[in-house]
């Protein structure tokens, strides 16, 4: 009962941190991570998915290795430090709060008519290329992006430290990361950054269907529709590339009733991603609401990861 109670108080901690702080402003350690994985693959790369799988089972063996450790360090000091542990984790793991604020202050810059400012703010949305996008385009790929990173950054990590604790929610971190890094269909990491793809792929599987079932009981709190959303869920989703981004913005697009997908330029390729929702193309106040459901679903999905923690037996 006294895992079980430290695991619940440090997971909604790491909720209440990211909520009031954000992303810690200095010395992030995903950042650290990234820099180490950079450095690492100048000894790993080679274009083969061997050398990619080689390149993320050490990085997230090595996080997980550490986590666990951490983890049993706290837990010999008590139940403070068990649950400062967890709560560190969480809140370092989770990114709700700065995707939020990232997408309204996009909302502001596109109100405003500052496309420039819009086109350098986009990639700490995503890894589309800015330049070519108009306002409606800026727009839809800035709702897409919160839509999918709410259940990346925000609803798959608090799941993972609900269930598995510190190593779980920071492996979970790690394998995203190295999915933002190698994960592409570019020529340097078609092969290379296969398994970092498919491994965040599984990662985030039940995660993305917890999201969008989250967007269903959400949506009314934004005046969206929860039929709209069970439909372009069953509907659309599966045709889009991704088995999970598809779930999410899918679930998005029908709440608030507007139309997502379609032509999408990255830096290494152009992709005809296939339309989700029937509605109208995404404006300003619709980029709004998404930040105002997405802050929902992570409200719910702290819930959520609360009653997983009361329900697990140590």
């Given amino acids: ?95 709700g709060t700065s995707l939020a604020r990232t997408g309204l202050a996009m909302s502001e810059l596109l109100e405003r008519g500052d496309l420039e400012g819009a086109r350098r703010l986009l990639p700490s949305l995503c890894g589309r290329d800015p330049a070519s996008l108009d306002a409606a385009g800026l727009a839809r790929a800035s709702l897409e992006s919160v839509a999918e990173n709410t259940s990346d950054a925000h609803v798959a990590p608090m799941l993972c430290a609900a269930v598995g604790g510190v190593p779980a929610v920071l492996a979970y971190r790690g394998i995203n990361t190295l999915d933002s890094m190698v994960g592409y269909r570019s020529a340097r990491y078609a092969r290379f950054g296969w398994a970092a793809a498919r491994l965040d792929d599984a990662a985030n599987y039940a995660a993305a269907r917890v999201t969008a079932a989250l967007v269903i009981l959400c949506a009314p709190f934004v005046s969206g529709s929860a039929p709209g959303a069970v439909r372009a869920w069953r509907r659309d989703a599966g045709r889009h590339p991704s088995p999970n981004a598809g779930v999410v913005e899918a679930a998005f697009a029908g709440a608030l009733g507007v139309r997502l997908g379609g032509p999408t330029q990255y830096r290494h390729e152009l992709q005809i991603r296939p339309t989700l929702g029937d509605g109208h193309p995404p404006t300003v106040a619709d980029l709004r609401r998404a930040v105002t459901l997405s802050r929902t679903v992570q409200a719910g999905a702290a819930v959520l990861a609360g ?3 009361y329900l697990r037996r140590p």
Avoid: I, K, N
Wanted: glycine fraction near 14%.
């Fill in 307 to 309: 009653l997983l923690c």
């Fill in 1 to 95: 009962m006294l895992a079980t109670r430290s695991r619940l108080a440090g997971v909604l901690g790491g909720y209440l941190a990211d909520v009031a702080l954000g992303d810690p402003a200095r010395g992030h350690p995903v950042a650290a991570f990234g820099r180490v994985a950079a450095g690492f693959e100048r000894v790993t790369y080679r274009d083969t998915r061997l050398a990619g799988a080689v390149h993320v089972a050490v990085l997230v063996a090595t996080v997980g290795v550490l986590g666990a450790m951490l983890q049993r360090a706290a837990e010999r000091g008590g139940w403070p430090w068990s649950v400062a542990a967890t709560a560190a984790a969480t809140w370092v793991s989770v990114g």
